[in-house]
Nanobody, 125 residues
Framework: VQLQASGGGLVQAGGSLRLSCVVSGRTFSNYGMGWFRQAPGKEREFVAT????????YYADSVKGRFTISRDNSANTVYLQMNSLKPEDTAVYYC???????????????????WGKGTQVTVSS
């Protein structure tokens, strides 16, 4: 499974960005998907996950109400719409795939077996 994230960039605080992650190599609709981020000097952290159907989504408290995860199974793509961005959202953002997604795993952002290279998001104050 190959994952390719894109859409990062430099944005002012309060602005918006939309990240995309295209998955190839296996059947996209078999995987739960997630977004994670890692800021300089910090551990990687869970941002959001989405079930296979897209009917269930889970968010870290720090992004709830500002970020929206979605997926298009016909396009093998998962998205992260980020609004009201803050300087503390600055990080490298990674998409990941879980071949055995359950509600418990997705809610905690664990069980991701496949990872893409990240895309940098920088929010200036």
């Amino acid at each position: 499974v190959q994952l390719q994230a894109s859409g990062g960039g430099l944005v002012q605080a309060g602005g918006s960005l939309r990240l995309s992650c295209v998955v190839s190599g296996r059947t996209f609709s078999n995987y739960g998907m997630g977004w994670f981020r890692q800021a300089p000097g910090k551990e990687r952290e869970f941002v959001a996950t989405i079930s296979i159907s897209g009917g269930s989504t889970y968010y870290a408290d720090s992004v709830k109400g500002r970020f929206t995860i979605s997926r298009d199974n016909s396009a093998n793509t998962v998205y992260l719409q980020m609004n009201s961005l803050k300087p503390e959202d600055t990080a490298v953002y990674y998409c990941a795939a879980d071949p055995y997604p359950t509600a418990a795993r997705l809610a905690r952002g664990v069980g991701m077996d496949y990872w893409g290279k990240g895309t940098q998001v920088t929010v200036s104050s």
